[in-house]
């Protein structure tokens, strides 16, 4: 049985060196019989050939190939280069996306294509011993000019390069990035919407009290709050020019007409600070999202 295992500096081809003991050991013995230690898992499997990626953007493609379930040209090429004479043998393959993968994309594949707990457990193995396995070849000398040795450092090193590249990778080229931009900012505006109208519909309740008439003439709530904001009680509106705020002079007219003839009760200091504040929150959540819109 040969393993194809993927390595951030190529990939990498191992072969078990005894497949009869393999057959005949189950799933929770296989760590212990094949992967004890090192030695052990030198003894029991060789790597057949390492084929290493031409540069970082060739490892980020196969990368992200793999994460796809996807068959990227340079792995494609490695199958059918190192397993043209592997008829009647057995593939064990980690990804079972890419068992489908492999043999949409390399149909003529001699051998079969395994993926089972059996083989989940050669690969943990493999995995647990990596560094010491990538410093060897076959032992029979089989591709041994081919086999190159990869230390640990250097795979690190790559592990580390990798891992930014493909992250680098994810964020220029998500497909779904600006769409997700987009409903989040609409996401925003709609919640400022139900925040602006809660606390103008609590500046319009509170200041009722006092001054009633106004909510049936300003509807607008940055209006409304504005002028909370700048006369406060309402025997002041006649004192002040409210044309910057109202447009129409008849509804300034009409406020202070309304004003002057007010059914509401008296409030105290303190309520008009309380109610001139929840006005500015108002005011400034209102310029927020015009900012934003």
């Known amino acids: 049985m040969h393993l194809l295992f993927e390595t951030p500096a190529g990939y990498s081809l191992f072969k078990i060196a005894d497949d009869k003991k393999l057959s005949k050991t189950s799933e929770d ?16 499997v060789n790597l057949v050939h390492f084929e290493p990626f031409a540069d970082t953007a060739d490892a980020v493609t196969a990368a992200a190939a793999c994460i796809d379930g996807k068959v990227s040209k340079s792995l494609k090429s ?34 079969t294509l395994a993926c089972d707990a059996k083989t989940h457990e050669l690969f943990r193995g493999i995995r647990c011993h990596l560094d010491e396995l990538m410093e060897g ?7 041994d000019d081919e086999a190159g040795a990869v230390s640990g450092a250097d795979l690190n ?24 931009m987009v409903v989040q900012a609409i996401g925003l ?7 602006i109208n809660t606390y103008a519909m609590r500046v319009k309740e509170w200041y009722g009290w ?7 003439i300003v509807n607008d709530n940055a209006q409304y709050s504005k002028l909370v904001l700048k006369c406060g009680y309402r025997n002041k509106f006649r004192d002040h020019d409210l044309s910057q705020i109202l447009e129409e002079e008849s509804i300034e007219q009409a406020v202070k007409e309304a004003a002057e003839v007010s059914m509401g009760t008296e409030i105290s200091d303190l309520d008009i ?18 900012q934003l819109f």
């Open 29 to 44: 013995d296989i760590n212990d019989k094949f992967f004890a230690d090192a030695t052990k898992a030198k003894k029991y």
């Open 78 to 111: 490695f199958l059918k280069k190192q397993l043209k004479k592997g008829k009647g043998d057995s593939l064990a393959i980690l990804d079972k996306n890419m068992v489908a993968g492999i043999k949409e994309a390399v149909p003529s594949l001699p051998c």
């Open 137 to 143: 070849g076959d032992d029979d000398g089989e591709d």
């Open 157 to 180: 090193a790559m592990r580390l390069g990798l891992s930014h590249s493909l992250s680098r990778y994810k964020l220029k080229f998500s497909s779904d990035k600006v769409d997700t």
């Open 189 to 195: 505006l709609d919640e400022l919407d139900k925040e």
């Open 210 to 216: 006092h001054f009633p008439e106004m909510q049936a």
């Open 273 to 290: 600070i309380n109610i001139q504040s929840l006005a500015e929150q108002v005011l400034s959540m209102t310029e927020y999202r015009i």
